[in-house]
């Protein structure tokens, strides 16, 4: 079984430029995660797909950060315009299903290590 | 903030010692789950026990929970070189829709 694909595995822009990330989760997942891990913490959740519609992304800094999944599959974080801090690791999850009080394991992709210089 | 809270921060011991690792949480949980990290494979989920669980095994891992106390502990028996890796617990806490939030993680190192 394919696992979560993720690219860039590695990025590196200057402060006010914009990229992309990009995710395919595990086929038949219906639930995809981001998440931003910063240098010696634990994940942090950015957003939340249900299908293609969004469930959580209250952690989302929504005046730079935006995400869409296409027809309930690939997904695509964006940075606009980044800033130093958001030098970290994004990584891509995806579960099987998120509901009713219940929770799947989450798959992981190897993630995509952006440095905002 | 993050919910969880794990114990202690980084760990060194010997092959074929006992790792315990704990972690602390605030709120009410549907679930708590574990997952290790190292450069290797990525984050890789690795248990989940449920709140109506106290215990829980898998190989030579065993998680407990005490929910009394918003704890939960886990054990990796005759630790192998191998398992050098950070530990982060995730919680799946009650709320409108279930959803995870990671701790800072423990960090493991076996020494062969």
């Known amino acids: 079984e394919a696992g979560v694909a993720q690219s860039p595995r590695y990025k590196i822009i200057e402060k006010r430029q914009s990229v992309a990330f990009w995710c395919n989760p595990i086929s038949g997942h219906a639930t995809l995660y981001w998440y931003q891990q910063i240098l010696g913490q634990g994940p942090k959740l950015l957003i939340q797909f249900q299908n293609n519609g969004v469930v959580d992304d209250s952690q989302l800094p929504k005046d730079r950060f935006s995400a869409e999944r296409l027809k309930g599959v690939d997904s695509t974080l964006k940075i606009q315009p980044a800033k130093l801090e958001d030098s970290a690791v994004y990584l891509c999850?995806?579960?099987?299903?998120?509901?009713?009080?219940?929770?799947?394991?989450?798959?992981f992709g190897p993630g995509t290590r952006l440095t905002v210089t | 903030s993050q919910q969880g809270e794990e114990d202690p921060q980084a760990l060194s011991i010997q092959e074929g010692e006992n790792a315990t690792m704990n972690c602390s949480y605030k709120?009410?949980?549907?679930?708590l789950q574990w997952y290790r990290q190292n450069s290797g494979r990525g984050l890789v989920h690795l248990i989940l026990?449920?709140?109506?669980?106290r215990e829980k095994h898998s190989g030579r891992l065993r998680v407990t929970l005490d929910t009394s106390k918003k704890s939960s502990s886990l054990l990796i028996t005759a630790s192998r070189a191998a398992d050098t890796a950070s530990y982060f617990c995730a919680t799946d806490w009650v709320s409108g829709y279930s959803t995870l939030t990671f701790g800072k993680g423990t960090m493991l190192l076996v020494s062969p």
């Open positions: 999850a995806s579960s099987l299903e998120s509901g009713r009080r219940e929770h799947y394991e989450q798959y």
């Open positions: 709120t009410s949980i549907n679930n």
């Open positions: 026990i449920r709140s109506n669980e």
